[in-house]
C-alpha cells in the first residue's frame, strides 16, 4: 500500500505564506503524477496544482502567481509553496498522487487524509 502524509496546514493571516509538504511512502516502484487539492465547506474539491514526474506543473486559474508546486523525487515528497494567501483559500487540502508498486503494472490514484488551512481576513 502507499500513505501519504501531509503537513504544514495552520492558520494564516491575508496575505501570509504557508508551505505545504506531502510524503509518500510504502512499496512504492513507480511515482507518477503528484498534486494539491482542496475543499472549502459546501463545496466540491478542486485541484490546485499538479506536477508531472519530469517536473511541468499545472494550476487552477485562483491560484496563478500565487502558489508554486515542487517536488523531490528522491523523497517522494510534493511541496506546495503558498503566499498572498487569501480568506476564500480556506479549505483542507488533500495531497495526490498516482503510484505503482509493481513496475510493469499500472498507476493507482492514492489520497492523503487532508491537512486544514484557514486564512483569517
Known amino acids: 500500500q502507499v500513505q501519504l502524509v501531509e503537513s504544514g496546514g495552520g492558520l494564516v493571516q491575508a496575505g501570509g505564506s504557508l508551505r505545504l509538504s506531502c510524503k509518500a511512502s510504502?512499496?512504492?516502484?513507480?511515482?507518477?503524477?503528484m498534486g494539491w487539492y482542496r475543499q472549502a465547506p459546501r463545496k466540491q474539491r478542486e485541484l490546485v496544482a499538479a506536477i508531472s514526474s519530469g517536473g511541468v506543473s499545472n494550476y487552477a486559474d485562483p491560484v496563478k502567481g500565487r502558489f508554486t508546486i515542487s517536488r523531490d523525487n528522491a523523497k517522494i515528497t510534493v511541496y506546495l509553496q503558498m503566499t498572498s494567501l487569501r480568506p476564500e483559500d480556506t479549505a483542507v487540502y488533500y495531497c495526490?498522487?498516482?503510484?505503482?508498486?509493481?513496475?510493469?503494472?499500472?498507476?493507482?490514484?492514492?489520497w492523503g487524509q487532508g491537512t486544514q488551512v484557514t486564512v483569517s481576513s
Open positions: 495526490n498522487a498516482a503510484a505503482g508498486l509493481d513496475a510493469s503494472g499500472p498507476l493507482y490514484n492514492y
Open positions: 510504502g512499496k512504492i516502484v513507480t511515482i507518477g503524477a
